[in-house]
T-cell receptor, first 109, second 112 residues
Framework: RKEVEQDPGPFNVPEGATVAFNCTYS??????FFWYRQDCRKEPKLLMS???SGNEDGRFTAQLNRASQYISLLIRDSKLSDSATYLC??????????FGTGTQLKVEL | EPEVTQTPSHQVTQMGQEVILRCVPI?????FYWYRQILGQKVEFLVS????????KSEIFDDQFSVERPDGSNFTLKIRSTKLEDSAMYFC??????????FGQGTRLTVV
């Protein structure tokens, strides 16, 4: 089983749509969870940390289910500028971040 | 807004040569990292550095690789005897604590 697994997509959605991404992780001892965004040939940029209680930042909502080892990201009212690859990232007990392969989102007019 | 800066943005080198990739982490950060991303693949961890020593490294980070923090600001990755398969985007990152990391814009290494 992959350490961090994501549906690669692409997800093609119209502007204004709501889209959800899912991610599962294999290491039950993982401690910290994040969503990063990566534009083509650019660096990963932190979108948000993910907390057990769930957290929201504007149009973005992240959820964590430790029992199921599952993380989600919901984007409401999607914009053209949301088009990117969304990376699910997990940190275990050490220092390293483990990245999923990413889910590609294309928002269309 | 503080950011991680990397130089050069693109490096072309011949197979077998040594390269040094340079990074200036965010000034008050304590943890420093190198990651790489081969074209079309996921971001992979190479090494983390804390308190002037390597704190964790991956299987990829073998004797061909080394890191150094020669002064109070720079953090370098040296790749000796480069191979074709070392061609990738190399990202430096830093974090204030052992939490989320902030990435530089990357150095694209092309080995020919």
């Amino acid at each position: 089983r992959k350490e961090v697994e994501q549906d690669p997509g692409p997800f093609n959605v119209p502007e204004g749509a709501t889209v959800a991404f899912n991610c599962t992780y294999s290491n039950s001892a993982s401690q910290s969870f994040f969503w990063y965004r990566q534009d083509c040939r650019k660096e990963p940029k932190l979108l948000m940390s993910v907390y057990s209680s769930g957290n929201e930042d504007g149009r973005f909502t992240a959820q964590l289910n430790r029992a199921s080892q599952y993380i989600s990201l919901l984007i409401r009212d999607s914009k053209l500028s949301d088009s990117a690859t969304y990376l699910c990232v997990v940190k275990g007990g050490g220092n390293k971040l483990t990245f999923g392969t990413g889910t590609q989102l294309k928002v269309e007019l | 807004e503080p950011e991680v800066t990397q130089t050069p943005s693109h490096q072309v080198t011949q197979m077998g040569q040594e390269v040094i990739l340079r990074c200036v982490p965010i000034s008050n950060h304590l943890y420093f990292y190198w990651y790489r991303q081969i074209l079309g693949q996921k971001v992979e961890f190479l090494v983390s550095f804390y308190n002037n020593e390597i704190s964790e490294k991956s299987e990829i980070f073998d004797d061909q690789f080394s890191v150094e923090r020669p002064d109070g600001s720079n953090f370098t990755l040296k790749i000796r005897s480069t191979k074709l398969e070392d061609s990738a985007m190399y990202f430096c990152a830093s974090s204030p604590w052992n939490t989320e990391a902030f990435f530089g814009q990357g150095t694209r290494l092309t080995v020919v």
